[in-house]
């Protein structure tokens, strides 16, 4: 869900000054604001995931 995943980022990511991060955060807030589709945070989540080295797996 984005509302869970903008919370981890704003909460618990742990690179916080990384460029992918913001750039999902923004993200995710014009999804909670209809203005792009949940597959746009979903793809710029895995790129912030990946790039703070967290992503396992298929989780996303």
């Not at 995943?5 to 704003?10: D, I, T």
């Not at 993200?27 to 992503?55: H, V, Y």
Request: charged content about 35%.
């Amino acid at each position: 869900m984005v509302s869970d995943a903008a919370e981890v980022l704003l909460k618990d990511w742990p690179k916080p000054r990384c460029d992918s991060r913001l750039a999902t955060i923004e993200t995710c807030l014009a999804d909670l604001r209809g203005e792009k589709p949940p597959r746009i945070a979903r793809k710029a989540s895995i790129t912030a995931a990946k790039d703070a080295k967290i992503l396992r797996g298929e989780q996303f």
